[in-house]
């Protein structure tokens, strides 16, 4: 059973489009992380996430915890061509003892 | 280097023979983390180290898998007797603090097995 889905699964844009990708679950997390990965490379931390109704902002990038924390969402301004990549989600909960448990992320394309 | 560093990048192996992937985590890390990525898909929990000591492996799919941190700091996963469904890219990751949440990965190590 798949803890946590990921929407869409791909996506592809012009550059300077908005976007929004979403992670969710019928379980509460005790805290969610944000990554991105390129190929070749292993994933890179953007942000985590405690508090149910958090907002942070990194740059052009707005991460919103839902108020259940059964749901978050990445929210990207005015995409460039450098936010290709494969955008994962990783939940915590306390019923596998707090170990993050990742889902299969969404592949984003931002085109020239 | 500053990040983690795991080797070797690339490993191929014949169905059958035993390996061994290596992670030097950040220095000073006590979390390290094993996760198994298969194509199109995202990591995989196979196991986590608190300095030495293996406080969790849930993950590890069979006992042809083990790991181990002697001394707190170098991780070896070693897989044995490699089958054909082991083909996946093998990512370690360390945290500075004592909590199951990765912070920093390294780039992976790729396997194949023919």
């Known amino acids: ?112 | 280097g500053a990040g983690v560093s795991q080797s070797p990048r690339y490993k191929v192996a014949k169905r059958g023979q035993d390996v061994a992937l290596r992670c030097d985590p950040i220095s000073g890390h006590v979390s390290l983390f094993w996760y198994q990525q298969a194509l199109g898909q995202g990591p995989e929990f196979l196991t986590y180290f608190q300095n030495e000591a293996q406080l969790d492996k849930s993950g590890l799919p069979s006992d042809r898998f083990f790991a181990e941190r002697p001394e707190g700091s170098v991780s070896t996963l070693k897989i044995q007797r490699t089958q054909q469904e082991d083909s996946a890219v093998y990512l370690c990751a360390s945290t500075l603090g004592r909590v199951m949440r990765p912070q920093h990965f390294g780039d992976g190590t790729r396997l194949s097995i023919l």
């Open chain 1, 1 to 112: 059973t798949q803890l946590l889905e990921q929407s869409p699964q791909f996506l592809s844009i012009q550059e300077g489009e908005n976007l929004t990708v979403y992670c969710n679950s019928s379980s509460v997390f005790s805290s969610l992380q944000w990554y991105r990965q390129e190929p070749g490379e292993g994933p890179v931390l953007l942000v985590t996430v405690v508090t149910g109704g958090e907002v942070k902002k990194l740059k052009r990038l707005t991460f919103q915890f839902g108020d259940a924390r059964k749901d978050s969402s990445l929210h990207i301004t005015a995409a460039q061509p450098g936010d290709t990549g494969l955008y994962l989600c990783a939940g915590a909960f306390r019923t596998n003892a707090g170990k993050s448990t990742f889902g299969d992320g969404t592949t984003l394309t931002v085109k020239p």
